[in-house]
Structure formats: structure tokens, C-alpha cells
């Protein structure tokens, strides 16, 4: 019989227990729904456990964390940071509730724990789905402006420039957008 429980620190643990006897082995959040998720691949393991004996155990998720975040990935100094930030603070109050900033944790924790197999650290992981769950960005411009911005400006070659600054989300210098209109003056400007 299984049963899940949250301790007094706010970590959810699963109980099972078979023949008389029991394992208890925490689901490493305090995240309920990302319990549930996790709890049907966790309960697996410890049914298997108690059937076959101990076996080569996991390292806990917060443990795994630490390993992955020192390892050489190869990552840039923004990519750490980012990842550094994103999963402490789902070791310290569970999924975000931003849905853009959720589906980010999910898909960094979804990549620690594929990390964390292929190192030998897990056996295996269930991965918690929702990572490309998000809400896109939304456009700096309307649907007007990019239409004069791609339809109205003349000569061509120049028309090109601007969508290639566009699309590829380059700055022309330190402007900020105040309109359309500022923005080209100011490239025209310079040009």
C-alpha cells in the first residue's frame, strides 16, 4: 500500500509498504502537482526494491543539482547562472507560477535528471512533462508598424536591412523603442 505525505519541511515523500515492510523516499518538492507527476515512477522503484532487494540507489535531486552545476558542461556564463538560479529556487519553493518561467524550470531540471542517468548518478527519471508549455513572447511592434516597417520603407536593399534587424533581434545602437518612427530617424541618422 502507498501513501503520500508532506513533511514538516514541505518536501513530499512517498510511503510504501509490502509484507510488513516499509520504505519511505522523498520525492525531492514541495510542489504537490509535481508529486503526483513523479510519484507512479517512484513507487515503481520502491515495489521493485522491496520484491528484488536493495538495489544501486539514486543520489537525491538536490545532491544531483550540485554535481550538475559543477560539471564542465561547457555552458556559457549566462546558461550557468540561469540554470544555477532556476533550480535553487525549485529546491526552495517548488515550480514557479509563471507558466514561461515553469516551463523553463522544467525543461533545466528535465535536462539534470538526463544528465544525472547518463553520469551513472539515476537509474532512470520520469520526466515531468509541461516543458514546452509557455506563453510566447509578444512583439515590441504592432501589426501596423511592422507593416510600414516591412511595406513602406524604401529603397530595397534598406527594407531588407530592417527585417534582417528585426527578425534577428539586433539593436541599432542604444536606442530604445519609443515608435517606429524614432527608430528609423535615428538609423537614417547614422546611415
Not at 510488513?20 to 507527476?37: F, N
Not at 515495489?47 to 556559457?76: A, C, M, R, T
Not at 509557455?134 to 527585417?163: A, C, M, S, W
Amino acid at each position: 500500500m502507498a501513501s503520500l505525505y508532506k513533511r514538516p519541511n514541505g518536501v513530499y515523500y512517498l510511503s510504501v509498504s509490502f509484507q510488513g515492510e516499509r520504505i519511505s523516499r522523498s520525492l525531492g518538492t514541495s510542489s504537490k502537482s509535481t508529486a503526483i507527476t513523479i510519484l507512479s515512477k517512484i513507487e515503481r522503484d520502491i515495489y521493485s526494491q522491496l520484491l528484488n532487494g536493495k538495489q544501486k540507489k539514486d543520489i537525491p535531486f538536490k545532491e544531483l543539482v550540485s554535481k550538475y552545476l559543477k560539471y564542465d558542461h561547457n555552458w556559457s556564463k549566462s546558461t550557468l547562472e540561469i540554470n544555477t538560479l532556476k533550480l535553487t529556487n525549485y529546491l526552495r519553493y517548488g515550480l514557479p507560477l509563471n507558466k514561461t518561467t515553469k516551463a523553463m524550470t522544467i525543461r533545466i531540471i528535465n535536462g539534470c535528471n538526463r544528465w544525472g542517468v547518463a553520469q551513472g548518478y539515476l537509474q532512470s527519471y520520469q520526466k515531468i512533462p509541461g516543458g514546452s508549455n509557455y506563453d510566447p513572447r509578444t512583439r515590441v511592434y504592432t501589426r501596423k508598424e511592422l507593416d510600414i516597417l516591412f511595406q513602406g520603407v524604401t529603397p530595397y536593399h534598406f527594407n531588407q536591412f530592417i527585417q534582417f534587424a528585426y527578425y534577428s533581434g539586433a539593436r541599432i545602437g542604444e536606442i530604445r523603442r519609443i515608435s517606429t518612427v524614432d527608430v528609423l530617424s535615428e538609423y537614417i541618422r547614422k546611415w
